[in-house]
Each structure stands twice: as structure tokens, then as C-alpha cells.
């Protein structure tokens, strides 16, 4: 069964979306992130992929207190990224609640820092980033292409560990026009025992639905979401159906 996993992204607080990783597109739905992370609880969602893009921006964490509420008043299993550079960052995303981290430009820039990660927590805790423009990895809030083949990039970190892989084509991103299944295709085809995690361009249940058909571990689900174009309900009936 897909792990349906949806998405709350973060600015001073507020839960926004942007397009493409562009701040200058930010769109503003809500200025507290935890009453939308209790209504995806509500539909019988149990995990939260949780950004801090203001993180991001100044790479290191920003919105630990978000983290923290959503933490101690729901049961979301919280996987948390942005700006987390530094063993401190790490600690800080878990001490206040996270079940996972995300590492993207980390592991592209101190891949040694990366590395460390998952020797003292494991793969099960550490998800690696590996976020794509024409299939080149694209690092700190995808403003910078890397020569970096996503392909060799995980088959790099599937040596070292990585179990989770969450993968976004920036082409698609916040644009609600269905989902790179190229892309996704290929990773799980060259890398079976990855739980791949697709992100980005999700506009509809049959988006989530094909994905399922193909054997994809998980989806982040967003924009489509606070759009109304995927509602939390039909959510929870396709969840309840794929049982």
C-alpha cells in the first residue's frame, strides 16, 4: 500500500506553498500549521513531511516550535527537512519530535557529514534528498543544478546505507500538472529495495493512483491538497480501499 504522506511547508511560522522552490511564487494558506496537521490526522493520515524554508534559506534550522507543536499534539509520524547542516541541526529536528530527517545539499556538499548521520541513527531515520532538474541533482532550494546524475547519486548513498529516498522533479513542483512518472520509473526500476518517496507536480487521485499501480513506496502530497483539488475525504477512502 502507498504511504500517502502529506506536506506542510513552512515561512515565519505560516504554512505556505511555493512554485518550483520560488520564493518570489509563495502562496500563504495558513497561519497555523498545526490545525492543518490535525485535519490530516483527522482523515486518518499518519505521517507529515514537515519543511522549513526559512531553514533553507539560512541552512540551518529555523522552525524547530512548529515542529514541536505539531509533535506534541498529534501522533504524525513528522519527517522534517530544510536547512539541517550540521550535527546540531539534526539534533535540534529530533529533540523536538521528529521521526525523520530529510538531507538534500548536505549530502551533495559534506557527503562525509552525511554519512556520519547515517552510521549513528541509521537508515530508517535518515532520508536522503534527491531532488532533480533533467535528472541532475539540484541543491539549496534548488537554485543550484549540480553535474550530479540522480541515478549515481543514490546508488552512491545506497551503498552507505540509505534506505529512504525522497525525490522531487523541480520541473513539476507546485504546478499541479501531474507528477515526473519517468522519473520514478526509472529510480525504482534501478534501485527495487529503495522506498522511494515521490514528490512534486501531484494534482489528482489518479496521479496517486498510477503511482500506486507502479509499486511506488510513497507520495508527498501538497498543493493539490490545499487547492481542493485532492480533498482529505477522497483521501481516506482511497486509503481505507487499498488496505
Do not use: C
Given at each position: 500500500m502507498i504511504q500517502i504522506i502529506p506536506a506542510i511547508d513552512i515561512i515565519e511560522g505560516k504554512c505556505v506553498r511555493l512554485t518550483q522552490g520560488d520564493f518570489a511564487q509563495k502562496k500563504e494558506?495558513?497561519?497555523?500549521?498545526?490545525?492543518?496537521?490535525?485535519?490530516f490526522e483527522d482523515?486518518?493520515?499518519?505521517?507529515?513531511?514537515l519543511v522549513d524554508l526559512d531553514g533553507a534559506r539560512q541552512k540551518k534550522v529555523?522552525?524547530?516550535?512548529?515542529?514541536?507543536?505539531?509533535?506534541?499534539?498529534t501522533k504524525l509520524q513528522i519527517d522534517f527537512g530544510g536547512g539541517i547542516q550540521s550535527d546540531a541541526d539534526v539534533q535540534v529536528a529530533f529533540d523536538y519530535g521528529a521521526a525523520q530527517i530529510t538531507g538534500g545539499s548536505v549530502a551533495v556538499n559534506n557527503p562525509e557529514l552525511?554519512?556520519?548521520?547515517?552510521?549513528?541513527?541509521?537508515?530508517d531515520k535518515i532520508i536522503l534528498g534527491a531532488d532533480a532538474k533533467k535528472e541532475k541533482i539540484?541543491?539549496?532550494?534548488?537554485?543550484?543544478?549540480t553535474e550530479v546524475w540522480v541515478y549515481d547519486f543514490i546508488a552512491d548513498y545506497l551503498q552507505k546505507g540509505v534506505k529512504?529516498?525522497?525525490?522531487?522533479d523541480v520541473a513539476k513542483d507546485g504546478l499541479l500538472q501531474g507528477p515526473s512518472f519517468v522519473l520514478y520509473g526509472n529510480i525504482d526500476y534501478k534501485f527495487p529495495e529503495i522506498k522511494l518517496i515521490a514528490s512534486g507536480g501531484i494534482s489528482s487521485m489518479a496521479d496517486i493512483e498510477q503511482l500506486h499501480e507502479m509499486g511506488i513506496y510513497g507520495v508527498i502530497v501538497g498543493k493539490a491538497?490545499?487547492?481542493?483539488?485532492?480533498?482529505?475525504?477522497?483521501?481516506?477512502?482511497?486509503?481505507?480501499?487499498?488496505?
Open positions: 494558506y495558513n497561519a497555523h500549521p498545526l490545525d492543518i496537521a490535525k485535519s482523515a486518518g493520515l499518519t505521517r507529515l513531511h529555523v522552525n524547530y516550535k512548529v515542529l514541536d507543536a505539531i509533535a506534541s499534539h552525511f554519512e556520519s548521520w547515517l552510521n549513528q541513527y541509521g537508515g539540484a541543491i539549496h532550494g534548488w537554485k543550484e543544478v529512504y529516498v525522497i525525490s522531487t491538497i490545499y487547492e481542493g483539488r485532492i480533498k482529505l475525504p477522497e483521501l481516506t477512502k482511497f486509503m481505507l480501499s487499498v488496505r
